[in-house]
């Protein structure tokens, strides 16, 4: 039997992780957050806890965490609650939508989350506590890192790389073959299509670089 599962987080990326994790069977017993949620019933049924030390009541062996902060451009809530919680012992699982279609030979990392319609082609690569949120298309032999976030309707072609703390923004699309660096983020309804460098900002239809740190 499955581990039983602690929510991090109380927000909308939460929420739909809670409505999915119904939708698969899951057993969620907690979550922790500063704050109560008050709009999805799902959390009514589950322990409130509002202290991340609260954790200490359970046994790290006895179950998983599922990260649910949001990922938003220049934020790092997310990573920090992945941080703060694995130094502890603690590990989060992977969520999979029924809704999304994932390829047999693709690879998901610990602590993915593929959200509802998303598709994985064949020979793709997914890093560690990455989201690849509703509706989001990898192609083919993609290598996405750890801890990006590839938003709601947004396509990587074939073949594209992403390193890590990588946003694509909702609607945007990276043209096959193209390496995007360490830090970047795609602009929401941007299209790429030009390898991109570590610690970029890049927008608009035909994603000009306008910041670089
Ligand atoms: C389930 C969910 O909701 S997941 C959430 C998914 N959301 C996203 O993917 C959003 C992605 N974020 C963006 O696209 C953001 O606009 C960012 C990160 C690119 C903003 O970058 P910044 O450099 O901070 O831009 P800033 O907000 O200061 O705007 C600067 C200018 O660019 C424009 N601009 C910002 N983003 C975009 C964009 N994606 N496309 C075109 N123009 C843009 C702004 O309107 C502004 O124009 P102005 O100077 O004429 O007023």
Redesign the pocket.
């Known amino acids: 039997m499955n581990k039983p599962l602690i929510m991090i987080g109380s927000g ?2 939460a929420s739909v992780l809670m409505d999915l994790l119904d939708l698969n069977g899951e057993r969620v017993i907690a979550y922790i957050s500063p704050n109560k949620n008050t709009n999805n019933q799902m959390f009514e049924k589950v322990k409130y806890l509002s202290n991340d030390e609260d954790i200490s009541q359970f046994n790290p062996d006895d179950v998983l965490l599922v990260n649910g902060i ?1 990922s ?3 934020h790092n809530n997310r990573k920090n609650v992945a941080t703060f919680f694995t130094k502890l012992g603690f590990s989060f699982t992977s969520v999979i939508s029924p809704s999304a279609i994932v390829s047999s030979s693709a690879s998901l990392a610990r602590g993915v989350q593929v959200m509802h319609g998303a598709i994985i082609q064949a020979g793709a690569c997914i890093g560690e506590d990455s989201i690849i ?2 509706g989001a298309i990898i192609e083919h032999d993609c290598d996405v890192g750890a801890n990006n ?1 590839i ?2 309707r947004a396509t990587l072609c074939g073949g594209v790389q992403t390193l890590s703390n990588v ?1 694509v ?2 609607h ?1 699309c990276v043209i096959q073959g193209l390496n995007i660096g360490d830090n970047v ?1 795609v ?4 299209t790429v299509s030009k390898n991109i460098e570590d610690k970029t ?1 890049v ?2 239809h035909r994603a000009l670089i ?2 670089k740190e």
């Not at 602009?187 to 941007?190: D, E, H, I, L, Y």
């Open positions: 909308g990326h949001g938003l451009p220049k949120n509703t976030h938003a709601p946003h923004g909702v945007a983020i602009g929401a309804g941007a900002i927008y608009g306008i910041k």
